[in-house]
C-alpha cells in the first residue's frame, strides 16, 4: 500500500497516544534504531526535508518522518495490534511499516478504511447480499459482522485529515475531488513510484 498505509498509523497514535491532526511532528533526519540490524534512516521521496509540520499537513504531502514518529508514538506493536484488528495479516512491528512496506489486498485495505468513514466501525466485506428462490424465499441472506476499531473520535479526525488531503491546498490527492461529494483519500506509492 506504500504512503496509503500512514492513516492507519497516524489513527493508531491518535487513538493511543492522544495525537490530533493539529499535533507538531518534525520531518528530520532521523535514525532509528533496530535491535541486531543496521540502524533505519529512512529519508523522504523527494530526499529533502521540511522541518515542523502538523499531522495533517504532514498526511497531506505525505512526510515519511513524520508518519514513522507518530507510530513510535503508538508504538509499532499498537500499530500491528490495529492493523490486525482491521483484517491486515502478517503484520510485523517494524519501523518500515508507518510506510506501507508490507503486502496488502485491495480489499483489506478498502474495508480497514471503510472504518473511518462507518465511525470506527469495520465491516467484515462479504460479496453476496441474498439469494432467492425463484419465489422470491430467501436462500441465504449475509449478515455483516462488525467490529469496533477506532473510537467515533478518532474514527471522525483521521476522515476530516484524509478529506484535507484531497481538498487542502498542495495536498496530494487533489484530483479525487469530486463536486458536491464529501470526498477523503490518500495517495500510495511503492518501489519504482508505482
Known amino acids: 500500500p506504500g504512503s496509503s498505509f500512514k492513516p492507519i498509523a497516524y489513527a493508531t497514535a491518535m487513538e493511543v497516544a492522544g495525537l490530533t491532526q493539529a499535533t507538531v511532528l518534525v520531518d528530520q533526519p532521523t535514525v532509528f534504531k ?7 534512516k529512512p529519508g523522504n521521496h523527494d530526499n529533502t526535508f521540511m522541518g515542523s509540520m502538523t499531522v495533517r499537513k504532514a498526511l497531506n504531502i505525505s512526510r515519511n518522518l513524520p508518519a514513522i514518529k507518530a507510530m513510535e508514538a503508538a508504538t509499532p ?44 466501525v469495520k465491516m467484515e466485506p462479504y460479496f453476496v447480499a441474498r439469494i432467492e428462490s425463484a419465489n422470491g ?14 473510537s467515533p473520535e ?11 488531503n484531497v481538498v487542502d491546498e498542495g495536498a496530494f490527492s487533489l484530483r479525487a475531488a469530486i463536486d458536491g461529494r464529501y470526498v477523503s483519500g490518500k495517495t500510495g506509492t511503492t518501489n519504482e513510484e508505482r
Open 34 to 40: 533496530v535491535p541486531g540490524q543496521d540502524d533505519y
Open 77 to 120: 506493536e499498537a500499530v500491528v495490534a490495529r492493523a490486525t484488528e482491521l483484517g491486515y495479516q502478517n503484520m510485523q512491528p517494524v519501523w518500515s511499516l508507518a510506510l506501507g512496506s508490507v503486502e496488502v489486498t485491495p480489499l483489506q485495505h478498502a474495508a480497514a478504511y471503510g472504518a473511518f468513514a462507518n465511525g470506527g
Open 154 to 164: 478518532v474514527a471522525y479526525e483521521m476522515l476530516d485529515t484524509l478529506h484535507g
Open 137 to 150: 424465499l430467501a436462500l441465504f441472506e449475509a449478515t455483516p459482522r462488525s467490529t469496533r476499531i477506532w
